[in-house]
């Protein structure tokens, strides 16, 4: 469909976030790559900065009383970094919310030791423990559904770089999955081991395919791979 809308126009540098990279902005949507330690949005405990506020800052361009707003379709753990979609209206936010499991997501990943196969999918029924902790479960009766497929693209002695596709969208679903395969997220301190030395948890939401609320056309997002996650793989980054 034709986008018969006057051309979108950004706002000026100078309103644009710090830790959040924007790819890409129209009438209906904006996406940004998130920083390693950013909140998407807040929680009950106080009023840091999150992906949220500063992008709510951002399209009011300083205006406190501008009634323009972004809304929340996902959310990443405040230690992944990536690719965020925020939508510009309520009708883009049910459009990409209802088309949510649709879409294409892909994450990359550093974890300890090597996957026993090269590609394949890690299945399992997740619960939630009264701590927040999620972990899987074999009745399917006490959990939910979770897939992930991975590819491994190389391995070290020490470490394996994964590239990982959401199949369903559950919490913490690839850290859980890649534990339970004996090879947890490097950095991952609720799931693994998090060696002395290591400044963040290694894993990050490189890739996104959306139909776009407005257009119905079908949109990719990529980001490259955090170089943190390089130096790992080549043994040069603090462990």
């Known amino acids: 469909m034709p986008d018969h809308r006057k051309a979108f126009k950004r706002p000026p540098k100078r309103f644009e976030p710090r830790g959040l990279s924007i790819l890409h902005e129209d009438h209906d949507i904006v996406v940004v790559d998130k920083a390693c330690g950013l909140l998407t949005n807040a929680t009950e405990k106080g009023n840091e900065k999150t992906a949220h506020s500063l992008l709510g800052d951002y399209v009011r361009k300083g205006n406190s009383k501008s009634k323009n707003r972004v809304f929340i379709v996902h959310r990443l753990d405040r230690e992944t970094s990536g690719i965020l979609i925020f939508a510009k209206s309520e009708e883009a936010k049910s459009f990409l919310m209802l088309e949510w499991p649709k879409f294409e997501k892909k994450y990359v990943a550093v974890v300890h030791g090597a996957m026993s196969e090269p590609q394949g999918r890690i299945e399992s029924y997740l619960a939630e423990s009264g701590t927040h902790r999620v972990y ?9 559904l979770a897939q992930t497929r991975f590819q491994v693209l190389r391995t070290t002695d020490q470490y394996s770089l994964l590239e990982l596709e959401l199949l369903t969208g559950r919490k913490h679903q690839i850290r859980v999955h890649l534990s339970d395969e004996g090879c947890p997220v490097v950095g991952d301190k609720k799931y693994g081991a998090s060696p002395k030395g290591v400044k963040r948890l290694a894993l990050h939401a490189r890739s996104l395919t959306i139909a776009h609320p ?8 990529n980001t490259k791979i955090p170089g943190y996650f390089t130096s790992l793989m080549a043994g040069s980054a603090p462990v």
């Open 214 to 221: 407005h257009s119905k056309e079908p949109m990719t997002f």
């Open 136 to 144: 899987s479960v074999k009745n399917p009766d006490e959990g939910k």
